[in-house]
């Protein structure tokens, strides 16, 4: 591979302005395909084989037009002090504002809190439910705008109107985050090449492949259904490792130019050794990514797909444009001092990277137990982990949803704001009502429950709909335990009866994920570390160091996790990062932070100690190797460290909870991965271990394809070392070579 990948970076090189020309014309072409391409009208979300979701499809089947699982809002009245709303001023201005919201674009149906009795007890408190014709995710913007006019309105006559529900969820909007990212970013790379034309490379190829694999993705979301959510992860990621796979390449670049190499042999031998291991680290992202399928929830698993696309094109604009680029810019890559000097540069003082690697293997043992207990303790509060999906309640006190969800919660209680629907399919019941009944009064004296509304029929008179009112919030154990007492009951109704009883509804779907997610956690975990596994074997051509390498990761994961409880679900410093609302963490976080942090791990682990392989195949014994390693990688490494905390830590600042959880975490693991697992227990147990961790049994050795990603075929094949003649001519570089 490394032989293969020298050619393609020295044919780049020389071919610098065709190849250029290549990736611009695509993402013209790509850019153009979004521009035109039909605006995508759906984002469905499904989650097959749950309850929750048959008894969607039931109910759409069987109730046409009622849009059973499509977006609602609850609009909230309460009356001045010493007022009700039942007083004719009251009754008036609360009725205007359902006539507004009746009137409504992609409105289904409205309740009217009058007719349908939706009075507190003290008649200080009302709610009007709408209920909307497409989902939340499928809500325009202009229904959204009428729904906050009429709240206005009814605010206009005197009422204080919030609005809960899932209505008001808007699209996340990027911009910001990712601007300051970028910035970030920019700095971040100037400080450590100290040449604006090197900074600007990986910046420059990281916005092209997004911009491609987004442009890509919002031209095909119309035809493959891709969600809203999709092209935001993919831009995250493709960021991420556009600008990590191009810096360490460019870095590379450099230092074969610093040891007196002519530009297009440098160019040809960084794609060639940093080049391979950009491939390797790009699978390991793309298996993680591709593995969300086990989740088995479709828009998780396109989301998964998309981002991995776009690690895909991250990867060959690395092998291909990055040399191209270098081409344009010869030594300007390198700062102006290191320009001015005429010979390699010997002799130099340590840097950083290679005094902390001398210190790490002269004190391995208190370096390792020190990082292995420190990331324990923090590890601790992940003992404690809750898991759930957010709700009205989890959002800042400021927000309309929160005060709408306060307000039915003290006036109607807790359930109201998470009622549970109950889907009967009595085509098996001899009387239809009678089961309904049935299915009622049984519902009715289990524990948890406030309050089963009258059954609905549909115009078959086959299917009834029933709306349950749980004595406790949402997101609690009791909801929770109330949905698994109904479902349990449902047999012995069937055996009654004849008829199926089905639990759906919001809360029930939350539910129904939460545990699907949990059961995927382990398969999903047990496929990626194990696919990573065998393929770091076969790039390192040993068992100890990728087992290392994944033992470390689950180590900072887990560390990550237990900060995420310690301050989102214990409240601890909830102050000093704006949680206004403490609870269960959110269903998706472990799953989702194990596919994103294992990718960038892989990342770090490879670009690391891949260079530590080549300097001990090259001869160097297994202390000398690690220093090599700490030499030429840790500046490098640590650079793309703190510029992916950097983009995950400006979501913290996001005002929506879940956002800023995911910010956090990402952005904590990230710092735990680089910085004590691969910064200390990597050398740690790489120099206790010595030539041990480049062990490999002999069978597996010849059944392990040789993949050469440290060079050594190449190595082989190449002429001596020694620069080439001086005043070479490039026909088509603006200068003579060096």
């Not at 979004?34 to 008894?55: H, L, R, Y």
């Not at 790490?360 to 137990?369: A, G, I, K, M, Y």
């Not at 490494?637 to 909870?657: D, L």
């Not at 693991?669 to 790489?686: E, G, Q, T």
Request: aromatic share 6%; proline share 4%.
């Amino acid at each position: 591979m490394a032989t293969f990948l020298y050619k393609l970076g020295r044919f780049a090189f020389r071919r610098r302005r065709f190849v250029a020309l290549i990736w611009v014309a695509l993402l013209a072409a790509v850019g153009f395909g979004a521009a035109t391409a039909p605006t995508a009208t759906s984002n469905s979300f499904s989650v097959p084989g749950t309850e929750a979701q048959k008894a969607f499809d039931l109910l759409d089947q069987r109730f046409p037009g009622v849009n059973a699982d499509g977006a609602t809002a609850r609009v909230v009245f309460t009356s001045a002090d010493g007022e009700k709303m039942t007083d004719p001023a009251n009754k008036a201005a609360a009725r205007q504002v359902v006539g507004e919201l009746e009137s409504g674009a992609q409105v289904g149906h409205v309740t009217d809190p009058y007719r349908v009795k939706a009075i507190s007890k003290d008649g200080t408190t009302a709610y009007a439910q709408v209920s909307y014709k497409v989902s939340g995710f499928e809500l325009e913007e202009s229904a959204r705008d009428a729904l906050k006019e009429a709240g206005q309105d009814g605010r206009d006559k005197g009422l204080t109107v919030e609005i809960g529900g899932d209505a008001l969820q808007a699209v996340p909007e990027s911009g910001a985050s990712e601007v300051i990212g970028i910035a970030v970013s920019a700095v971040v790379l100037v400080i450590t090449f100290g040449s604006l034309a090197a900074a600007g490379m990986p910046l420059l190829t990281a916005l092209i492949g997004v911009g491609i694999g987004v442009s890509s993705i919002t031209a095909l979301s119309s035809a493959l259904d891709l969600s809203s959510t999709t092209a935001t992860l993919a831009t995250m990621i493709g960021l991420a490792v556009g600008i990590d796979y191009a810096l360490f390449i460019v870095s590379r670049y450099r230092a074969e130019l610093t040891e007196g190499r002519e530009c297009e042999e440098a160019a040809g031998r960084a794609v060639g050794t940093a080049g391979s291991a950009v491939v390797f680290a790009g699978l390991t992202v793309v298996i993680a990514l591709v593995g969300l399928a086990v989740v088995n929830i479709p828009m998780l698993t396109k989301m998964g797909l998309a981002a991995a696309g776009t690690v895909a094109i991250a990867v060959l604009i690395a092998l291909t444009m990055i040399p191209a680029l270098l081409g344009f810019a010869g030594q300007r890559v390198l700062g102006r001092k290191a320009r001015r000097s005429d010979s390699p540069r010997t002799g130099e003082k340590p840097n950083m990277g290679t005094r902390w690697a001398r210190f790490v293997l002269r004190r391995p043992v208190p370096v390792l137990l020190a990082a292995v207990a420190g990331l324990g303790v923090v590890a601790v509060p992940a003992s404690s982990l809750e898991l759930g999906l957010p709700d009205d309640g989890s959002q800042p006190t400021s927000t309309t949803q929160r005060k709408a969800y306060d307000m039915l919660g003290d006036s109607f209680g807790p359930g109201f704001n998470g009622p549970l629907m109950l889907a009967v399919d009595a085509k098996g019941s001899d009387d239809a009502k009678a089961a309904a009944r049935h299915v009622a009064k049984t519902v009715s004296g289990l524990d948890g429950v406030a309050v089963v509304t009258p059954a609905t029929f549909n115009k078959a008179g086959d299917t009834a709909m029933l709306t349950v009112i749980p004595d406790s919030k949402p997101s609690s154990l009791e909801t929770e335990d109330l949905v698994t007492d109904i479902r349990n009951a449902s047999p012995h109704i069937e055996s009654d009866t004849g008829s199926k009883v089905l639990v759906t509804g919001t809360t029930a779907m939350n539910i129904d994920v939460s545990q699907k997610l949990n059961d995927a956690l382990l398969p999903y975990l047990a496929l990626v570390v194990g696919l990573a596994f065998l393929l770091l074997m076969v790039v390192f051509r040993s068992i100890l160091v990728p087992l290392k390498a994944a033992l470390g990761f689950l180590l900072s994961v887990v560390a990550a996790l237990g900060a995420v409880v310690a301050v989102f679900q214990w409240g601890w410093l909830a102050d000093v990062f704006g949680v206004e609302q403490t609870g269960p963490i959110m269903s998706m976080m472990p799953i989702f932070m194990i596919g994103v942090v294992f990718g960038l791990a892989m990342d770090y682990e490879v670009f690391l100690v891949t260079r530590m392989r080549e300097a001990y195949v090259h001869g160097e014994r297994p202390g000398q190797a690690v220093v090599t390693g700490f030499q030429h990688g840790a500046r490098v490494v640590t650079a793309a460290a703190v510029i992916m905390i950097s983009v995950f830590a400006g979501f913290i600042g996001s005002s929506e909870s879940m956002v800023k959880m995911i910010g956090f975490g990402l952005a904590v693991a990230v710092a735990f991965d680089a910085f004590v697992v691969r910064m200390a227990i990597v050398p740690a147990v790489l120099a206790l271990l010595g030539k041990s961790a480049w062990w490999l049994p002999r069978r597996l050795d010849k059944a392990l394809p040789n993949v050469d990603v440290e060079g050594e075929q190449l190595q082989k094949q190449l002429p001596s070392d020694a620069p080439e003649a001086a005043g070479e001519t490039d026909p088509d570089h603006e200068f003579t070579r060096v």
